[in-house]
């Protein structure tokens, strides 16, 4: 396994997104632990998770308490295991996704989050979204003060614009250890918030890094590069993708989702696939 940093620790450089195993077309609680615990056998140390991976209305925190369930039914040390929950989203059960990123709202997310993981700080917590009815400094205000209170460890932000990047940073007081935009040979428009991160120092986690879930089987025939270069080398254009963006930068740290234990196994493998500069400038 390659590590990577986030903050002050180091994980592995791929990580196990669990979004697939709590909301649409989700596996049963059987598949969804062998899936982690997979995730564990191949060296992962870094999950995302968030309150809001969930499906009805009354199960808020159904990803968080499987991931918390699968850490503690596993054999082996899960003490190095960075578990990255988010706060800022809801999903009142109709399919949709809410917003309320007010401080009173997020402070007691974390608490409720703090209880799934069974933990007494979150590792890091990230701001899910940044939420128009509520001033940004508001919600990173929020988040700087469960810093200061110790109930989180480290703290992140997600789907950010670079202003928003610096903001986070400044009123953190320059403690924001990564930033978790979507970023993937569909979606490129992430490319400026990578190149700060890169030159501020702080972890990058692409989300849906594959396309998302719907799209992700698709993507060596959709991107036919990828495609290409992975025939060459003998492994999936998944793997293929994983590995172009580790290359981009020491501070990307790919989150690919899974709800199968060979999905997982196979990303993890990204690490050991070195791409040509040839290769990596006809991908790009
Ligand atoms: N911050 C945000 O706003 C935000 C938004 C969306 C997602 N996220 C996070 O980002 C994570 C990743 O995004 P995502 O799950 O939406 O999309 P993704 O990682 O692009 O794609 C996930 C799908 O890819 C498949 N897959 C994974 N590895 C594979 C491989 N090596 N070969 C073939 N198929 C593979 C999985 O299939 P199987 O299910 O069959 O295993 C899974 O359903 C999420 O799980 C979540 O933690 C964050």
């Known amino acids: 396994m390659e590590f990577r940093r986030i903050g002050d620790i180091e994980v592995s450089a791929i990580g196990l997104g669990g979004m697939p195993m709590s909301i649409e077309g989700r596996p049963d609680e059987d598949r969804s632990v062998r899936t982690i615990h997979a995730a564990l056998d191949a060296g992962v140390t870094l999950i995302d998770t968030a309150d809001a991976y969930h499906l009805y209305a009354d199960e808020v925190g159904h990803n968080e308490s499987l991931i918390a369930r699968a850490l503690a039914s596993y054999g082996g040390d899960t003490s190095g295991v960075l578990v990255a929950t988010k706060g800022g989203h809801l999903r009142p059960g109709d399919g949709s996704w809410t917003q309320d990123s007010s401080p009173e709202y997020l402070k007691a997310a974390c608490e409720a989050s703090l209880k799934r993981l069974g933990v007494e700080a979150i590792g890091l917590y990230q701001h899910h979204r940044p939420d128009p009815r509520v001033p940004y400094a508001d919600s990173i205000g929020a988040i700087r003060d469960l810093l200061d209170a110790g109930k989180i460890r480290m703290a992140g932000i997600s789907n950010a614009d670079p202003d928003q990047i610096q903001q986070a940073q400044e009123i953190l007081g320059g403690r924001l250890v990564s930033v978790q935009n979507q970023f993937s040979p569909a979606f490129r428009s992430s490319e400026p918030e990578l190149a700060l991160c890169d030159k501020l120092g702080i972890a990058f986690l692409p989300w849906s890094p594959l396309g998302g879930i719907a799209q992700a089987g698709e993507l060596g025939s959709r991107f036919a590069p990828f495609g290409r270069v992975a025939e060459a080398h003998g492994v999936s254009p998944q793997r293929v993708c994983l590995a172009w963006m580790l290359a981009k930068s020491p501070v990307v740290l790919p989150i690919p989702g899974a709800s199968r ?14 791409l040509t500069a040839e290769e990596l400038a006809l991908l790009d």
């Open 261 to 274: 234990p060979e999905s997982i196994r196979d990303s993890v493998a990204a690490v050991d696939l070195h």
